[in-house]
């Protein structure tokens, strides 16, 4: 077996949009979006939108957070996204309510299929649930749901779904610890 990269093919892959809008957003983010002043929060929510995001209320937004498809991307009430993340959005990127996403993180919704000789196009989307927290400079896979109350810790890479209240860390990410221990308030 050996690859073949000539014979690479990703014409059933859709982006959802046409080339032209695709561009567009690429203009706009390196332009408009990247150059707003540090509190400009309602700005960048307000262009993602106009590109099909969906933002939920009081959501900060780091100026240097890229989007790869800002119309495959949901991002609920409350949520921070830090500086320099990557949302590589070739698939959906769920983010629910009172999320954070640190600084240099890279949430990742494509690979390729290193047994195809081909190197074909895989795409699975990710999911964060409400409360969860993904730490500095964390890489998440294609296809990982991070539970409600879960914990990325900082330089961890995300190879499997991380359980409700559970922090992980590491390269793999392993269990490390509950976060809240049963009866502890977390008002």
Known sequence: MKIDLSKYDQSWY?????????????????????????NMYAWRAF?????GAKIGKNVLIRSSAKFTYPWKVTIGDNSWI???????????????????????????????DIKDEKFGLLTKPIVVKDGAWIA????????????????VAARSTVVKDVP??????????????????EGEQSD
């Open 136 to 151: 500095s400079d964390v890489f998440v896979y294609p296809g990982i749901t991070i539970y409600e109350m879960g914990v």
């Open 47 to 51: 262009l993602l939108r106009c590109f």
């Open 82 to 112: 830090g500086d320099n993340v990557q949302f590589y959005s070739l698939d959906k990127i769920i983010i629910g309510n009172d999320c954070v996403v640190s600084q240099e993180s890279y949430l990742c919704t494509g690979t390729h």
């Open 14 to 38: 859709s982006k959802e949009r046409s080339n032209v809008v695709v561009l567009l957003w690429w203009f706009i983010q390196g332009t408009v979006f990247r150059f707003s002043i540090h």
């Open 164 to 181: 409700y209240n559970e922090v992980h860390m590491g390269a793999p990410a392993k269990f490390i610890k509950k976060r809240f221990e």
